[in-house]
Nanobody
Framework: EGQLVASGGGLVQAGGSLRLSCDASRFRFDDYVIGWFRQAPGKEREGIACIGGSDGNTYYTDSGEGRFTISSDTAKKNVYLQMNTLKPEDTAVYYC??????????????????WGQGTQVTVSS
């Protein structure tokens, strides 16, 4: 396996939506959990949501619950993050990461890896 490739970021007004994509095609999808994270300037990277490659089970942190939805296309080995009702505080670089099964949450959020370059999301007020 190599790195994951995140895309789909951009500039959006507050209240708008974006859909991020994560290309996980280099991974044995069934053996991993793929997660979305973000890092705002001056802050640590934080987990948002993750999804099991084999079972499609989803998990959200407080940052992702409610306005964000994670999903996957197992045929394409892509993972998506639908972000609605965006707020200026959602401005960050968004990354996708991988964790080989098994994954135990919440401590497992710290053990994701295979980061790519991320995609910038900027929400204007």
């Amino acid at each position: 396996e190599g790195q994951l490739v995140a895309s789909g970021g951009g500039l959006v007004q507050a209240g708008g939506s974006l859909r991020l994509s994560c290309d996980a095609s280099r991974f044995r999808f069934d053996d991993y959990v793929i997660g979305w994270f973000r890092q705002a300037p001056g802050k640590e990277r934080e987990g948002i949501a993750c999804i099991g490659g084999s079972d499609g089970n989803t998990y959200y942190t407080d940052s992702g619950e409610g306005r964000f939805t994670i999903s996957s296309d197992t045929a394409k080995k892509n993972v998506y993050l639908q972000m609605n009702t965006l707020k200026p505080e959602d401005t960050a670089v968004y990354y996708c990461g991988a964790h080989r099964l098994p994954l135990v949450l919440p401590r497992g959020w710290a053990d994701f890896g295979s980061w790519g370059q991320g995609t910038q999301v900027t929400v204007s007020s």
